[in-house]
T-cell receptor
């Protein structure tokens, strides 16, 4: 199948282990920070978001952490499964704006 | 499947030809966005509509690009006189203004290859 990104940083994780994907953002005025999952041949799929006034948010098997001091965002995936293989993008939505700004992607590779 | 559909899924064309892509949104979504994604990069915003009004265009949208949403439902993106640099995935996303602003649902994209 077609590849979303050929020269992306890759994180290889053993199936069942936890994955941590990191991202640095640039705009201090962003209101929302978002993680997307993109599988080959598909559009980005919303995973979880966090508002700028929060530090942590949990979803089903995923946790997003926001450190505004160092402008860092992370996505933690618990008990990584083969279906988690994809490219993950962090993104931000500036306050008062309506266009999502995507960061660099990370390819998550699950080892059997 | 998010409910946003795009056609065609793949388009191969020769340099200099015109191409048109279509996006059908989730029916109650009044905002519609176009993004472009090149290999190895995240999507980049091109333009967006509220109903039939085009509210914002990126500097990436050269005068060879035109987008329309004539009845506030489906949208088309046309590229005239295609260049090899136009090769990319063109993504459509939609949302309702009643939802959080980051709740954009993406379609599967149209992969354009310009030879």
């Amino acid at each position: 199948g077609e590849s979303v990104g050929l020269h992306l940083p890759t994180l290889s994780v053993q199936e069942g282990d936890n994955s941590i994907i990191n991202c640095a953002y640039s705009n201090s005025a962003s209101d929302y920070f978002i993680w997307y999952k993109q599988e080959s041949g598909k559009g980005p799929q919303f995973i979880i978001d966090i508002r700028s006034n929060m530090d942590k948010r949990q979803g089903q098997r995923v946790t997003v952490l926001l450190n505004k001091t160092v402008k860092h965002l992370s996505l933690q995936i618990a008990a990584t499964q083969p279906g988690d293989s994809a490219v993950y993008f962090c993104a931000e939505l500036p306050r008062g704006d309506d266009k999502i700004i995507f960061g660099k992607g990370t390819r998550l590779h699950i080892l059997p | 499947d998010t409910g946003v559909s795009q056609n065609p899924r793949h388009k191969i064309t020769k340099r200099g030809q015109n191409v048109t892509f279509r996006c059908d949104p989730i029916s109650e979504h009044n905002r519609l966005y176009w993004y472009r994604q090149t290999l190895g990069q995240g999507p980049e915003f091109l333009t967006y509509f509220q109903n039939e009004a085009q509210l914002e265009k990126s500097r990436l949208l050269s005068d060879r690009f035109s987008a329309e949403r004539p009845k506030g439902s489906f949208s088309t993106l046309e590229i005239q006189r295609t260049e090899q640099g136009d090769s990319a995935m063109y993504l459509c996303a939609t949302r309702s203004t009643g939802l959080r602003p980051d709740t954009q649902y993406f379609g599967p994209g149209t992969r354009l290859t310009v030879l």
